[in-house]
């Protein structure tokens, strides 16, 4: 059995404290993952602390290197790294491959375009009153950032934080999610080898325990990626301190489909959006609204298209959907949709665990009609592999429906009208919108959600800048000054 330890400056450590790390298309054991004790946790934060001046003043073109080491030495590993990913949670090996090379794309490009985002700016000055001043901007790293993520991409969203962090010239005390940590445990490596040096990148392992004593501790910063639930808990955790919050949280993303949409891209499209990664996505079309004139041969064709899909293991490069990543989360899926039933809504497609696939946490592609707003399944995120279809008699129906969540991360619309195109993306209540499109991510495209779906941005220059403060300096290059504002005041 493999073992997960901790890179805590610069040393691979274990600790008393151990889990195990399951593979959930087997239920096999991969490893022992040992987990952070409060001391741990604090000797990475001072780690990180210790290493964090030089590191920041490290010349941002050598900050940027060190990335781009990263991401060849990534492209290098990419058949090791994408089975991990299929083996720890459980996506085809296919998605995995995509992955592991977007990462590694996107973490070299963020090293080239990223470096122009810090610039800061000069200001203009009244010169009337401010004779011989400059007045400009610069940016400084945060610090150490905690960084806190989920196991859904368990390579991609922690690198779109660690990558940003580090170029903004931060050092990192970064914790995989418990159900991911080899592949967490591997981006530790990635950063050894490119020989970062000790205490710049640090991984702990570990729960949501681990997770609060790094909220609670002294770093400067927390990234988080993952439910709304936990950010909440993350704010509160972290008001003590003052913590500067980036928050990544989930959805309940709408994706509108109008008459004049072309209805079989848009059938292809949710069949792909709603079904990758098993439906364990934070932007997939979790509610397909879907315009009552085209209702029954869109869902009618979706059907057709979602019962192709091969369900098994993701190394079996015949699966197009894999796994659930754990028990808990297919037992949630599925109080969701006996809930959806219980109220009367109609299982079109799936609605249970395959009976042939006895281990693992396999779930069937679902496909749920006849829904309505007291069902979980419309007014919770539904994180596995069931699209759930709403029916919607006008296009303002349409945006009604699409707004009436607490989340705001994407949102897609499918038309080829153009006015309907203008008006929705205006009214959608989103931070993202994907207009005859679904859930792609570039490297200078800001990421991120409004209402609960949390605050700050992910990648682009916002997503980069998330990760420094501002100064503003001004200078007076006068000689000669008088500043009629200063002592002695003048005796009117
Ligand atoms: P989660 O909130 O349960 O856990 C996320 C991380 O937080 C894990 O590392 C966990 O160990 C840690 N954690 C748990 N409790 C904690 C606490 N009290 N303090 C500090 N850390 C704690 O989420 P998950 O199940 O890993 O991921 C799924 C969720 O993530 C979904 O809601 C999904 O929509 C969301 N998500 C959002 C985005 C985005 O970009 N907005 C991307 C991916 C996933």
């Known amino acids: 059995m493999e073992e997960c330890r901790m890179l805590i400056d610069g040393k691979w450590v274990k600790s008393e404290n151990t889990i195990t790390s399951i593979n959930p298309a087997t239920e096999e054991v991969i490893g022992t993952i040992y987990c952070a004790s409060k ?47 299929t083996i720890e949670m459980g996506r085809p090996l296919f998605e995995s491959r995509i992955e592991v090379s977007e990462t590694a794309g996107m973490t070299n490009d963020l090293a080239e375009e990223g470096k122009a985002y810090l610039a800061g700016e000069t200001l203009p000055i009244d010169s009337s009153i401010y004779p011989n001043k400059i007045s400009f901007t610069i940016r400084e790293p945060v610090g150490v950032v905690g960084i806190i993520k989920p196991w859904n991409f368990p390579l991609q969203l922690p690198m779109w934080a660690i990558a940003a962090a580090l170029l903004a010239g931060n050092t990192i005390v970064f914790k995989p999610s418990e159900l991911t940590p080899f592949v967490g445990a591997e981006i530790g490596k990635i950063a050894q080898e490119v020989e970062l040096p000790p205490g710049v990148f640090n991984v ?11 909220v609670q501790s002294n770093v ?13 808990k993350i704010m509160q955790n972290s008001a003590n301190k003052l913590h500067k919050l980036s928050l990544e949280l989930g959805g309940n993303d709408p994706f509108i489909v109008l008459p004049t949409a072309d209805t079989e891209e848009a059938v292809n499209a949710a069949a792909w ?8 996505v934070c932007t997939s079309p979790k509610r397909i609204i879907v315009l009552e004139e085209i209702a029954d041969t869109f869902v009618d064709n979706l059907v057709k298209k979602v019962s192709q899909l091969k369900i098994g293991n993701g190394l079996d490069p015949a ?45 069937e592609p679902t496909i749920i009609t006849n829904v309505n707003k007291k069902m979980k399944v419309v007014n919770e995120e539904v994180f596995g592999p ?44 989103a931070g993202m919108i994907w207009i005859n499109e679904i859930n792609t991510a570039y490297t200078n495209g800001p990421w991120g959600g409004v209402k609960e779906s949390g605050m700050g941005r992910e990648l682009g220059r916002e997503g980069v800048l998330e990760y420094t403060t501002l100064k503003h300096i001004n200078v007076d290059y006068g000689k000669n000054k008088t500043r009629p504002w200063w002592f002695p005041y003048k005796k009117e």
Not at 389 to 410: C, D, F, K, M
């Open 273 to 280: 959006g709603r079904f990758t990664n098993c439906g364990q």
């Open 204 to 214: 702990i392992h570990g729960d949501g325990t681990v997770g609060g004593m790094l």
């Open 220 to 232: 400067d910063m927390i990234s988080f990626t993952g439910s709304a639930e936990v950010g909440k």
């Open 319 to 363: 699966t197009d959907i894999g796994p659930m990543v754990s028990s808990d989360q297919r037992n949630k899926l599925i109080s969701q949709v006996e809930d959806a039933a219980k109220l009367g809504a109609t299982i079109k497609l799936g609605g249970k665990v395959p009976p042939n696939l006895a281990k693992g946490y396999f779930y």
């Open 39 to 85: 001391e741990q946790v604090e000797e990475a934060v001072n780690a990180a602390e210790k290493a964090s001046r030089k590191w920041s003043e490290l010349s941002l073109w050598k900050r940027a290197k060190y990335l781009k080491n990263m991401a060849t030495l990534m492209k290098g590993k990419a058949e090791e790294i994408k089975k991990l990913i």
């Open 386 to 429: 069931v699209a759930t279809i709403i029916t919607a008699r006008t296009t303002e129906e349409a945006v009604e429906i699409a707004n009436n969540t607490r989340y705001g991360l994407g949102a897609s619309i499918w038309t080829q009208n153009l006015d309907d195109i203008m008006n929705l993306m205006q009214k959608i209540e």
